[in-house]
């Protein structure tokens, strides 16, 4: 696992996100399998799957016979969010691992977190994700990478 990050926290280092608290930028979701881009645009956002942790992982569930097989990375995730206040609602959320489209909301808990809420009806009804900003958490993974390599970290 320490070569991918190490790769994948390489290969994205250059992007930076803008000093104002906003949802634009990459995110990474839980379980650290893949990095998110975020575009806001008019008081809209749609989300694109960046990387994956297995660049050959394809969308095996989709429910477009014709698009099963193609690859996650670039695939569009979520779109049709439109902001209302500091929340983004009215989105829809395609979940390649069931290959089922939820309604979803985002809302931004701070400068690096946000959270995603996927649900069917109601968003009672529902799950949440907590995403982490691309640039705080490469921030910590070099820091305790950093710290491994001085004999810090402990397995």
């Given at each position: 696992m320490k070569p991918f990050v190490t790769a994948l926290l390489l290969a994205l280092s250059s992007t930076s996100v803008d000093a104002n608290p906003t949802i634009s930028g990459y995110w990474v979701v839980p379980g650290f399998d893949a990095v998110v881009h975020i575009e806001t645009y008019d008081n809209r956002a749609k989300l694109i799957i960046h990387r994956t942790f297995d660049p050959t992982l394809a969308d095996k569930n989709n429910p477009v016979k014709a698009d099963r097989?193609?690859?996650?990375?670039?695939?569009?995730?979520?779109?049709?969010?439109?902001?209302?206040?500091?929340?983004?609602?009215?989105?829809?959320?395609?979940d390649p691992?069931?290959?089922k489209v939820y309604r979803a909301t985002i809302r931004l808990l701070d400068e690096?977190?946000?959270?995603?809420?996927?649900?069917?009806g109601l968003p009672l009804l529902g799950r949440s994700q907590t995403w982490v900003r691309f640039d705080h958490f490469r921030d910590s993974m070099l820091t305790m990478l950093n710290a491994g390599s001085r004999g810090e970290c402990h397995d």
């Open positions: 097989g193609q690859l996650i990375s670039g695939l569009t995730l979520g779109s049709g969010f439109n902001r209302q206040g500091s929340d983004w609602t009215g989105g829809e959320l395609y691992g069931s290959g690096d977190h946000l959270q995603l809420r996927g649900y069917v």
